[in-house]
């Protein structure tokens, strides 16, 4: 076959080849958390490995800068060159780490977050320090090379690999906002929730009939059940490929609604996947944006709709049906239900008004952290005070419900959480943006009528994919760059409107 | 490291290495199988394609031979020799078929089986014709290359990938013997039933619980629940790796018996896998000996075992707890049900007695096929007059539930068939070789004591793995070569007795 782009052509099949690849590593991985019996993991993992070796080899091939160049050459259509810049990134940022420090910092992370299982039940911090300090010291060696091959700061070449583009000079600007009105406006939430009366709802909740329940919502949400499953693991997640999604949940029988609203996060991350262009899957410009538009797309389903006054309206009848009637389930309560602010230590449990600050507080963290300029050891003081700061809560000692929480600093996943917040505000930017063209849109919410919130998402976030940078997709989609005053304005609108 | 089996030990890291990606391989073939949506097909083959190819490249590597012949002169254990041997005999197989040929057979035969799959149901011979003489040429040529590589017959040498050392001329004396005496054998087995009076079981059986029930029997047939599940599939098969065993059944309503003797039969295919040589695993020394052994193994489980007399009265009062009370759950009822003998069309709903006679016709088809000596036109008068011949039905005009009822010959697995009654066989001599050993087997098994049968397996077939050929194997686990004498007495025994 001729062509005017050999080039171009030759690393669209490489990467291609790649994602196929990749694909089988994504159905594994979900079959692990999904499926694998314990006597499984060794060997699982071993095999993993195997792929992930390869595919480190078939990104970092030595030929590829050339091939790169000579496709930079070719009269190519701006969505190749679009690709190009995609293909371009991957492999420049594969090369920048040396496979024996990609293999030492998988044994020390794998060390350290096997031993926070039992350290974090047992809230021992000391024990824990003693693996974490060669995992942050590992982190800011990957992040010093990372630095120096992209002219980033350390925190900001690790956070660029999740949030290609996001400084955190902008991260500052945007959650320093954030920082000046958020504790404020959690005391007046709090304090006006307290008059509310809300009705509990009775349990048990038999399990078999949530899964009927959630699998109703997910389809009436839009996702493809053709091209996709919904299970069961203990942490939930979205994986797969889009041709097969695969979200998982959990369920307990005492609750419905973790296992409800848990199923319309994944469902919006589900359905991004779902719809990115398929003419040009297993490219990277066909990959989802970021972690944070990702999350973006979570919460424009569990927060911007499924947190909506008009989607509890919709789902009453459901919870009816699956359930039996019961006085919780009116509206009006189902939604304030829906709607509770508590501050509380657990970022995973937190509502759209607190999530924040666990999130500034571990960005004001980490950043210093990995820059340096802090020690580990320094850690527990400091989420102490930020604690006290930002939610009137005191953590003094309870290391297990404070900076042994989270899986991402034993795994020295530095420079993610930011995207948890970015997407809120990315989500809040995205529903003022809807309102704009569609007055009438919570009127059609409030009529079960979703198809306008997943028309403007398809059009302007899931069919874009990578073609445009953040910033670029951010002003196509909504006027402007990320702007925190939307999320301000909807979290006042909501709880204090 | 220094050893001094330096190409022995670099052999042997070749080999875990495409085993592992051989594990990613399995598990992604189980999801397909069990999980997949429709829509998520064209790019899990794109993948698994993909993941072939490199296996392939892995396998055929050049350098191969030469390291091949670099270890056999270094100083090595029996085992490692054994290990060594099943090395070569992979690499050597693999290399007589070229690239182009293997792809062209995988488009060949995916034509023919996705139109077989509407053809088989509208009765359609002549359209399927079209699509199967070149599934047949390319076997043909495919067998070609393999007999010049290695001296065998054509027919023979697709058949030894299956069946390593079984030649069609064993095959022919094996089941030569067997056409002399069953067909009277089958006349006076159903003569004899015919006067039993014997009660159905009276349904609907619910799903929920037959899938309880077959857990139990899993668990009490010894499979280990850590290491491997029993999920739902379109067609029953056992897959996975012998870490992560991956069972699989279908269920209906108004019977129970498929299911569970399905499930009992895998069961002996998964305890097979469970029990290969940990300490080897990865290497090809370590894998099941043949597909007749294997099947051996599930009939071993099935037939030897589950169609027992004292297999149904241990399991009677386990229908009674899954289902509730009923006549036909009598321990001798049951088993008459077990062991219910009836002429029919389709192999795979044939009973122990008859199936013998599906198989015998189709290697009596299928050998002249590939040797050139019949052509795909005759198959359907060949099939017509060997069915009157063993079973006395008429076939005639009906290619759906004769040349048409297997998905073996649109796939081109020519050389398979005779694994299944060889299967049967070598279960026949197992039993009668433990019986020499413990002569309270019958006994022990009516009280619910297996573990006397899965003590011999475990020691004489599951550790041996391809330790042996398969003559020594045999011999040394039941004093001589397959021998069908131990099958005849089996089924005299048990249905004329």
């Given at each position: 076959?001729?062509?005017?782009?050999?080039?171009?052509?030759?690393?669209?099949?490489?990467?291609?080849?790649?994602?196929?690849?990749?694909?089988?590593?994504?159905?594994?991985?979900?079959?692990?958390?999904?499926?694998?019996p314990?006597?499984?993991?060794?060997?699982?993992?071993?095999?993993?490995?195997?792929?992930?070796?390869?595919?480190?080899?078939?990104?970092?091939?030595?030929?590829?800068g050339?091939?790169?160049?000579?496709?930079?050459?070719?009269?190519l259509?701006?969505?190749?060159?679009?690709?190009?810049?995609?293909?371009?990134?991957e492999?420049?940022?594969?090369?920048?780490?040396?496979?024996?420090?990609?293999?030492?910092?998988?044994?020390?992370?794998?060390?350290?977050?096997?031993?926070?299982?039992?350290?974090?039940?047992?809230?021992?911090?000391?024990?824990?320090?003693?693996?974490?300090?060669?995992?942050?010291?590992?982190?800011?060696?990957?992040?010093?090379?990372?630095?120096?091959?992209t002219?980033?700061?350390?925190?900001?070449a690790?956070?660029?690999?999740?949030?290609?583009?996001?400084?955190?000079?902008?991260?500052?600007?945007?959650?320093?906002?954030?920082?000046?009105?958020?504790?404020?406006?959690?005391?007046?939430?709090?304090?006006?929730?307290?008059k509310?009366?809300?009705?509990?709802?009775?349990?048990?909740?038999?399990?078999?009939?949530?899964?009927?329940?959630?699998?109703?919502?997910?389809?009436?949400?839009?996702?493809?059940?053709?091209?996709?499953r919904?299970d069961?693991?203990?942490?939930?997640?979205?994986?797969?490929?889009?041709?097969?999604?695969?979200?998982?949940?959990?369920?307990?029988?005492?609750?419905?609604?973790?296992a409800?609203?848990?199923?319309?996060?994944?469902?919006?991350?589900?359905?991004?996947?779902?719809?990115?262009?398929?003419?040009?899957?297993?490219?990277?410009?066909?990959e989802?944006?970021?972690?944070?538009?990702?999350?973006?797309?979570?919460?424009?389903?569990?927060?911007q709709?499924?947190?909506?006054?008009?989607?509890?309206?919709?789902?009453?009848?459901?919870?009816?049906?699956?359930?039996?009637?019961?006085?919780?389930?009116?509206?009006?309560?189902?939604?304030?239900?829906?709607?509770?602010?508590?501050?509380?230590l657990?970022?995973?449990?937190?509502?759209?008004?607190?999530?924040?600050?666990?999130?500034?507080?571990?960005f004001?963290i980490?950043?210093?952290?990995?820059?340096?300029?802090?020690?580990?050891?320094?850690?527990?003081?400091?989420?102490?005070?930020?604690?006290?700061?930002?939610?009137?809560?005191d953590?003094?000692?309870?290391?297990?419900?404070?900076?042994?929480?989270?899986?991402?600093?034993?795994?020295?996943l530095?420079?993610?959480?930011?995207?948890?917040?970015?997407?809120?505000?990315?989500?809040?930017?995205?529903?003022?943006?809807?309102?704009?063209?569609?007055?009438?849109?919570?009127?059609?919410?409030?009529?079960?009528?979703?198809?306008?919130?997943?028309?403007?998402?398809?059009?302007?976030?899931?069919?874009?994919?990578?073609?445009w940078?953040?910033?670029?997709?951010?002003?196509?989609?909504?006027?402007?760059?990320?702007?925190p005053?939307?999320?301000?304005?909807h979290?006042?609108?909501?709880?204090?409107?």
């Amino acid at each position: 076959m001729s062509t005017a782009t050999p080039s171009y052509d030759d690393l669209a099949a490489h990467f291609l080849r790649m994602h196929r690849f990749g694909h089988l590593g994504s159905i594994v991985s979900w079959d692990r958390a999904a499926n694998m019996p314990p006597k499984g993991n060794d060997a699982r993992a071993a095999s993993m490995a195997e792929l992930a070796a390869l595919l480190h080899r078939l990104r970092t091939e030595p030929t590829l800068g050339d091939r790169l160049s000579r496709a930079e050459q070719e009269p190519l259509s701006d969505e190749q060159r679009a690709n190009l810049r995609e293909m371009r990134r991957e492999w420049f940022l594969s090369t920048a780490l040396p496979e024996a420090l990609v293999e030492k910092r998988q044994l020390i992370t794998a060390r350290c977050e096997h031993a926070w299982r039992s350290q974090r039940p047992a809230n021992d911090w000391a024990g824990f320090l003693e693996n974490w300090r060669p995992v942050v010291a590992i982190a800011r060696e990957e992040a010093a090379l990372l630095a120096d091959k992209t002219g980033l700061s350390k925190y900001d070449a690790l956070m660029d690999r999740f949030e290609p583009g996001m400084t955190s000079a902008q991260v500052s600007r945007v959650f320093g906002a954030v920082r000046q009105w958020l504790p404020g406006l959690i005391d007046r939430v709090v304090e006006r929730q307290a008059k509310d009366a809300v009705i509990e709802p009775v349990g048990p909740f038999p399990i078999a009939q949530q899964q009927v329940l959630c699998r109703k919502v997910v389809a009436m949400l839009g996702f493809d059940f053709e091209a996709g499953r919904l299970d069961t693991s203990t942490h939930p997640f979205s994986g797969g490929v889009p041709e097969d999604v695969r979200m998982t949940t959990r369920y307990r029988e005492d609750q419905f609604l973790p296992a409800l609203m848990g199923t319309v996060h994944e469902t919006g991350h589900g359905r991004y996947e779902q719809n990115r262009p398929r003419e040009l899957l297993g490219q990277p410009v066909s990959e989802a944006r970021s972690m944070a538009i990702h999350e973006s797309q979570s919460l424009s389903f569990e927060m911007q709709l499924g947190s909506h006054p008009g989607f509890a309206k919709v789902i009453a009848p459901m919870l009816v049906e699956a359930f039996g009637e019961q006085p919780a389930f009116e509206p009006g309560n189902l939604w304030r239900l829906m709607t509770r602010v508590k501050r509380g230590l657990i970022r995973v449990d937190a509502d759209e008004v607190t999530y924040p600050a666990h999130v500034m507080l571990r960005f004001e963290i980490e950043r210093p952290l990995i820059e340096g300029e802090i020690q580990p050891e320094d850690v527990p003081s400091l989420w102490d005070a930020k604690m006290i700061e930002l939610m009137h809560l005191d953590t003094r000692g309870n290391f297990k419900d404070g900076p042994l929480q989270d899986v991402h600093w034993p795994e020295a996943l530095f420079g993610y959480f930011p995207c948890y917040s970015l997407g809120a505000m990315y989500a809040a930017q995205w529903a003022a943006a809807m309102r704009r063209v569609m007055p009438d849109l919570d009127a059609r919410i409030g009529r079960g009528d979703f198809a306008p919130v997943f028309d403007w998402l398809r059009q302007n976030i899931w069919r874009q994919a990578s073609r445009w940078s953040t910033d670029e997709l951010t002003i196509r989609a909504s006027g402007e760059v990320l702007n925190p005053a939307f999320f301000k304005a909807h979290l006042e609108a909501r709880y204090l409107g």
